[in-house]
């Protein structure tokens, strides 16, 4: 708790200093933590992101260096993610990369983007910190493939001889759903292996699962598709009161299986999904790309890792998901969902 918060004393009137001598020597002082054969941790404090595009800041820009496509690495790590705005330790230390899969955070020879296991790097990261939190945001690659979603969504409002993509893809996501379910609760127990091997009992740092927001609505206007929405309002609420909600629930009973605590995102960009508003206002991006480029598959390489922004939390909202995260890892709930607040941020969601 910062020093400006803490409750102040009443005034008492100072004691003699013969008697704080007295009661000392009566009762007893606490020697530091040094003089009871206990040294202090050295180590700076850390929180540490893990997943995929989403908790690596894709699409709030700004990517760091080594990250935007140097020798193959297209993590697109970006400072203003979450993790790096969270203030829960000195240290942010950003795992996540663009395009990875449960595989790729969990222990194995898996690589992606030139990066080897997530998890393996965490021990190392462990080991050089005092690692206070750990988040974990992945799934949406597996079989889920929100990406091929997005693109069928996108191809049924092109072309009006193809059904829309609730009808496509909708009956067999509770398909995917269960075989993706053990692929993050894979990850999620290599996560927990990694930090007891780096030295953490399970109680010895604080473990989020995060879901994923919801990116558009059916609350757009006629003119949407202009504006970088091109899929239609049918689509865009199948998704948001159904798709994402149950890929939150599937994520939300593996956490309660691996005794970590989850975040619910899915309803985090209420009200400022894309092409909802004005975008300067949206937390969500729209489409990035040329979209009748993307259903042909004619998307150059610079085209297909611009794709890769599309739809993804902007800087603003990765603002919003750190707020929610401090003030529930400081909290003491198991589980919660981040709601936008009237003060133009989001906070855990307060049960009635």
């Given amino acids: 708790m910062p020093t400006h918060l803490l409750p102040v004393p009443p005034r008492r009137r100072s004691l003699p200093v013969v008697v704080l001598f007295t009661a000392l020597v009566t009762v007893g002082a606490a020697p530091p933590a040094s003089a009871a054969g206990v040294p202090p941790d050295p180590r700076p404090t850390a929180v540490v992101a893990l997943g995929d595009s989403a908790a690596s800041g894709e699409g709030a820009g700004d990517y760091e260096a080594g990250t935007r496509g140097e020798g193959g690495n297209w993590c697109h790590r970006s400072p203003a993610a979450y993790v790096h705005r969270s203030a829960l330790a000195e240290v942010a230390v950003n795992l996540a990369c663009s395009g990875a899969g449960a595989e790729h ?202 794709f890769q922004e599309s739809f993804h939390p902007t800087a603003a909202a990765h603002t919003a998901i750190a707020g929610c995260l401090r003030e529930f890892v400081g909290g003491t709930a198991a589980r919660t969902a981040c709601v936008p607040g009237r003060d133009g941020t989001a906070h855990p969601e307060v049960a009635a």
Avoid at 160 to 172: A, D, F, I, K, S
Avoid at 197 to 218: C, H, Q, R, T
């Fill in 105 to 306: 955070v969990a222990f194995g020879a898996a690589v992606h983007h030139t990066e080897g296991s997530q998890a393996q790097r965490l021990v190392e990261v462990a080991r050089r910190h005092q690692v206070r939190a750990v988040t974990l945001q992945v799934g949406a690659n597996d079989e889920p493939d929100l990406s091929g979603v997005a693109v069928a969504c996108i191809r049924a409002f092109l072309d009006l001889r193809e059904p829309g993509c609730r009808t496509t893809v909708g009956p067999g996501w509770a398909d995917r759903l269960g075989a993706v379910a053990p692929r993050i609760e894979a990850a999620a127990r290599d996560v927990r292996a990694a930090m007891s091997e780096a030295g953490y009992p399970p109680d010895g740092y604080a473990f989020v699962l995060l879901s994923y927001a919801a990116p558009g609505s059916e609350a757009m206007p006629a003119w949407h598709a202009v504006q970088g929405c091109p899929y239609s309002r049918p689509d865009a609420g199948w998704a948001r009161t159904d798709a994402f909600p149950q890929l939150a629930a599937t994520i939300g009973a593996v956490a309660e299986r691996v005794g970590a605590r989850f975040l619910d995102l899915t309803r985090l960009a209420e009200g400022r999904e894309a092409c909802t508003g004005p975008l300067r206002d949206e937390w969500q991006r729209r489409l990035t790309v040329d979209p009748r480029t993307l259903v042909q598959g004619a998307l150059d390489t610079a085209g297909r890792h611009l």
